[in-house]
């Protein structure tokens, strides 16, 4: 049995796990799992991922929010979004951890900048607000992103999920107190980058996700991702990082709980 480990992004709220849910979560259980933190990406997943939560107290987290490519909203759409996201957290205060996954996505082009960079801020003023973390999506948009985050993330951390970025890119989150996140791609042989990026994170920045369905790590590439899944990434990073998986599983596992502040009231 391996030690006690959280997978701290999975969407399991997607339709590709409606045949087998219980077994999926199950099996993280029976892997040692003691959270899975699920994670919205709109307002009817945000619903969603609380609904999870509920249905599995104290095991199941949601964190809630607007993914850049989300949000195409006049302001007064976006408003009304917030607002509701606003009230969700209102509702289920024990359910919901964080707020998230927001961010910049400049990979994807239906949304533009311009009308992503609101949303972030909006949201990053809601997780001061509400003294919440924030999960950080960034893709192809490190500059901008590490930017507004600079400028307008005072008083606010959080992690920086499923990390594609350089090892200078890491060095900046970790200057500006957040913590950085491998997923399952950490594992393919081409993604050296990202392995380089691993080594340098301090032990007390760094956690462990799936981003399930996505990104299933090498032993498993090609199908399902689940938060199981993340043990094969947690085995690839104890080994660049030269220390026993046990041992990385219980560091990212504390973390995860000191960022989300599981367990606590």
């Not at 990104?215 to 043990?231: D, T």
Request: charged share 25%; net charge negative; with cysteine.
């Amino acid at each position: 049995m391996p030690a006690n480990a959280i997978d701290s992004h999975a969407h399991l709220y997607f339709d590709r796990f409606d045949e087998d849910r219980d077994q999926v979560i199950q099996r993280a259980r029976d892997a040692g799992f003691i959270s899975i933190i699920n994670i919205g990406i709109d307002l009817e997943t945000s619903e969603k991922v609380v609904a999870l939560a509920e249905e599995y107290p104290g095991f199941c987290h949601a964190a809630v929010g607007i993914h850049p490519t989300h949000s195409q909203f006049s302001t007064d759409e976006l408003n009304s979004t917030l607002n509701a996201i606003d009230q969700l957290c209102d509702r289920h205060p024990q359910e919901i951890v964080a707020i998230g996954e927001i961010g910049l996505d400049y990979y994807w082009k239906d949304v533009s900048p311009e009308v992503q960079k609101p949303a972030f801020v909006a949201q990053l003023d809601m997780a001061r607000r509400r003294q919440l973390p924030v999960v950080i999506h960034c893709r192809e948009a490190w500059s901008d992103t590490l930017d507004v985050i600079s400028e307008n993330g005072e008083g606010v951390t959080g992690v920086f999920h499923c990390f594609g970025g350089t090892v200078e890119e890491a060095r900046r989150a970790i200057d500006l107190g957040w913590y950085v996140s491998f997923a399952g791609n950490v594992t393919y042989p081409k993604a050296q980058n990202l392995r380089d990026a691993a080594v340098i994170v301090p032990t007390d920045r760094l956690l462990l996700e799936t981003d399930s369905p996505f990104l299933a790590p090498q032993p498993v590439r090609g199908k399902r991702n689940e938060p199981v899944h993340s043990l094969h990434t947690a085995e690839a990073l104890a080994r660049v990082r030269k220390v026993g998986t046990n041992e990385l599983i219980s560091a990212t596992t504390e973390n995860s709980q000191r960022l989300f502040r599981l367990g606590t009231s």
